[in-house]
């Protein structure tokens, strides 16, 4: 029998004038800010504040991926293989200290102020205190491995730097204000302007021919700016200023649910980069370049679905109280869009990847016995299904059924694990990536089979239209096979008209429209103009 919500979603529409959201709390402490609120409205032109945050985000990425290729290629054919190594490995402190930091704690920050918007200022106290701390011991960790295997006590003023800069990190936790506002947009620019003046530097950094060791300077730079240009933007964006944590706060509670999240996010971390470290134990060094030759492909691919997902996190959580089958309805329309977009990008970038390799590599990654085209091709297999689980994963923090994700995450490892095991001896890089899609693919079934979609048809026929798109990109790329540059740029095109045809399909154009009207009762999606400039002055 089929859950009401599915009668809900694709029966009846619902109505525009249900009760509104129940009243906001009053706050008698003193020194507290006044509660966060959103205009109600109905108008049904202009688009959601989450809809535009999640276009804002995706079109940064889009751009930031073109621009990381770019990039990539730029610095791999001109910079020599150490310093190459250098600059990645610099690249790499700052990913893993990010992840460190995070925790899981932006998005948890982000669901707890969705649910009680006057706690934000003890919140956000309490989570720059935790992150600060933390990243005291990231940095210093970053020194004491600087002086060893990281070898780079030859070169101080590049390591004093990194230290600094891996400690400026925790600013990172004011991301949670432009979540819960929906205010992506001047955070976003700022990030595609330090990307741009990256891309700026390495053009002269090599047209100088320059040492690797400029091009670090210019990694860790990049980082600096971003997390100070974000913090004075999301002061402003606040509105006010944050007080000293409470001892009164129960941010304990916070920690442990932050501390679930990130468990299983670094869990997720370590089934997702598993194959590196089997296939550096049990193959050779070059078929561990030919496998991070295709994994620097994909990887800025598995960010887009997160990217597209998270506007929602704060916004689903304060309407799963006061409207649950809305959710449901939400996360099934979302999940149908990315799985008709994953598809469409799987069955494009499998057609793409040798040309795409040869542009980026040159003969060396592209053919012969270090080819990453087998690789590759796994790898965006396992992508397309790490694009849809990110909507189920903000289902479950709705909900608050975080915990059900641990066991999921372990599970993955696990499975990534054993796959990497069996395949690696035998099929080198291309075994890793096999394993790598197979535990994408466990993940996202495990989390399907518990998710609030699964059993009541959300995913029925109806999917059906959304893999259109895809059957058409294979047939007109494939045609394209003698062509490779003609053939990448009709990729391209077609990948971004199915998003666009998808996106404006009836049962879209409708969530869209709820999506809206619900915000309008939500007391944490926005602060009030008058608010911000009272504050502020």
């Not at 893993?96 to 102020?113: F, N």
């Not at 970038?349 to 796994?378: D, F, I, K, T």
């Not at 689980?389 to 499975?415: H, Q």
């Not at 994408?440 to 989390?447: D, S, T, V």
Request: proline residues 5%.
């Amino acid at each position: 029998m089929r859950n009401p919500a599915w009668r809900e979603c694709h029966g009846r529409r619902r109505s525009a004038d249900r009760p509104a959201a129940a009243p906001e709390r009053h706050h008698a402490q003193r020194g507290r800010p006044a509660p966060l609120t959103r205009r109600a409205t109905s108008d049904p032109v202009t688009r959601s504040a989450t809809t535009r945050s999640q276009h804002i985000l995706l079109l940064a990425q889009v751009a930031r991926l073109a621009i990381s290729l770019f990039i990539a290629g730029l610095l791999g054919r001109h910079l020599p293989a150490a310093d190459f190594g250098l600059v990645a490995l610099i690249g790499a402190i700052f990913a893993l200290s990010q992840d460190v930091l995070d925790m899981g704690t932006t998005a948890v920050a982000a669901r707890e102020v969705a649910r009680a918007p006057a706690d934000e200022p003890q919140i956000m106290a309490s989570l720059l205190a935790w992150r600060r701390w933390v990243a005291v011991a990231l940095a210093a960790l970053c020194v004491a491995l600087g002086f060893g295997p990281f070898a780079l006590a030859d070169k101080p003023a590049l390591l004093a730097a990194l230290a600094i800069a891996v400690w400026l990190l925790h600013l990172g936790a004011y991301h949670v204000v432009f979540q819960v506002r929906q205010a992506f947009g001047r955070a976003t620019l700022l990030a595609m302007s330090t990307h741009v003046a990256f891309l700026i530097a390495c053009l002269v950094t090599v047209g100088l021919h320059g040492a690797g060791v400029a091009v670090a300077f210019a990694v860790v730079a990049r980082e600096i700016v971003q997390v100070l240009g974000s913090r004075v933007i999301a002061r402003r964006v606040l509105g006010y200023a944050l007080p000293k944590p409470s001892p009164d706060f129960e941010w304990r509670r916070l920690m442990r649910a932050a501390g679930v999240f990130g468990l299983t996010g670094v869990l997720y971390k370590l089934a997702q980069h598993s194959g590196n470290f089997f296939v550096w134990s049990m193959a050779s060094p070059e078929a561990l370049g030919s496998y991070s030759a295709a994994q620097r492909l994909v990887s800025p691919l598995r960010d887009v679905a997160w990217l597209f997902a998270t506007p929602l996190i704060a916004t689903l959580t304060a309407m799963a109280e006061r409207e649950p089958d809305e959710v449901v309805c939400q996360l099934g329309s979302h999940a149908r869009l990315l799985v008709g977009v994953a598809a469409a990008i799987g069955a494009a970038g499998v057609l793409v990847a040798p040309a795409l390799l040869h542009w980026l590599y040159g003969e060396r990654y592209s053919q012969g016995a270090l080819s990453a085209l087998p690789s590759l091709r796994w790898q965006i297999l396992g992508a397309c299904f790490a694009l849809v689980t990110p909507i189920l994963v903000v289902g479950k923090l709705a909900f608050g059924r975080e915990r059900d994700m641990l066991w999921m995450s372990l599970a993955a490892l696990v499975i990534a694990a054993m796959a990497n095991a069996w395949a690696v001896p035998r099929y080198g890089a291309e075994g890793a990536s096999a394993a790598y899609a197979v535990s994408e693919f466990a993940l996202l079934a495990l989390l399907w089979s518990r998710s609030a979609l699964h059993g009541n048809g959300m995913l029925g026929a109806r999917l059906v239209l959304y893999l259109v798109p895809a059957v058409l990109v294979a047939a007109s790329v494939s045609a394209l096979e003698a062509s490779p540059a003609l053939q990448f740029a009709v990729a391209c095109v077609l990948v971004i008209l199915s998003f666009g045809v998808l996106s404006q399909l009836r049962e879209q154009r409708e969530s869209r429209q709820n999506l809206k009207r619900a915000e309008g009762a939500l007391p944490a999606l926005a602060i009030e103009p008058e608010l911000s400039r009272e504050a502020l002055s």
